[in-house]
Antibody, heavy 120, light 109 residues
Framework: EVHLVESGGGLVQPGGSLRLSCAAS????????MNWVRQAPGKGLEWVSY????????YYADSVKGRFTISRDNAHNSLYLQMNSLRAEDTAVYYC?????????????WGQGTLVTVSS | QSVLTQPPSASGTPGQRVTISCSGS????????VNWYQQLPGTAPKLLIY???QRPSGVPDRFSGSKSGTSASLAISGLQSEDEADYYC??????????FGGGTKLTVL
């Protein structure tokens, strides 16, 4: 069974940094593209970043470009999101999501999410 | 301001058919497939429809999707109380980003 488990969320001051992790199991992690998607409290879904299966192709939303870095460790079945220069508007639940191999840009499995709160 | 436009709310009574629209542009819906997600309260989103009109295994055939030009629609027939949720459309945008609609809150009256 596919499992995605995020960790690393918490309370951080504006301007601070945080590193999120997503532990994957139940599938061949190295064969799948992965994404981070976030949801601010009471708001809709916002795509954050994408990484190809090998890590060679990466995309970011304009709102996080230059501040966030996505990476993966296929040997350890893990996805990461390094978040720097955090702002109040980055407060959200962050989900890691697997991209299905049978449809374009569709996320067939999601983690339960980890909450990031940016506040002084 | 979401790239894809959805109505903020929709409603229907049990047994009714409801539709939720999703409007985009030539760089996203107009040239790429549309996916729909259902998010029940307090849970992670779930893939509901992919590639405009395909249902993942386990999704009831009460749910259907369609696309025409730069717009897409999700239809739910035989509405049930457990369908009360937030629904999001999503697509790839040719500007190298993935985009979501703002979400539609469906209320079953």
């Amino acid at each position: 069974e596919v499992h995605l488990v995020e960790s690393g969320g918490g309370l951080v001051q504006p301007g601070g940094s945080l590193r999120l992790s997503c532990a994957a199991s139940g599938f061949t992690f190295s064969s799948y593209e992965m994404n981070w998607v976030r949801q601010a409290p009471g708001k809709g879904l916002e795509w954050v970043s994408y990484i190809s299966s090998s890590g060679s192709t990466i995309y970011y939303a304009d709102s996080v470009k230059g501040r966030f870095t996505i990476s993966r460790d296929n040997a350890h079945n893990s996805l990461y999101l390094q978040m720097n220069s955090l702002r109040a508007e980055d407060t959200a639940v962050y989900y890691c999501a697997r991209e299905s191999g049978s449809c374009s840009s569709c996320f067939d499995y999601w983690g339960q999410g980890t909450l990031v709160t940016v506040s002084s | 301001q979401s790239v894809l436009t959805q109505p903020p709310s929709a409603s229907g009574t049990p047994g009714q058919r409801v539709t939720i629209s999703c409007s985009g542009s030539s760089s996203n819906i107009g040239s790429n497939t549309v996916n729909w997600y259902q998010q029940l309260p307090g849970t992670a989103p779930k893939l509901l429809i992919y590639s405009n009109s395909q249902r993942p295994s386990g999704v009831p055939d009460r749910f259907s999707g369609s696309k025409s030009g730069t717009s897409a629609s999700l239809a739910i027939s035989g509405l049930q109380s457990e369908d009360e949720a937030d629904y999001y459309c999503a697509a790839w945008d040719d500007s190298l980003k993935k985009v979501f609609g703002g979400g539609t809150k469906l209320t079953v009256l």
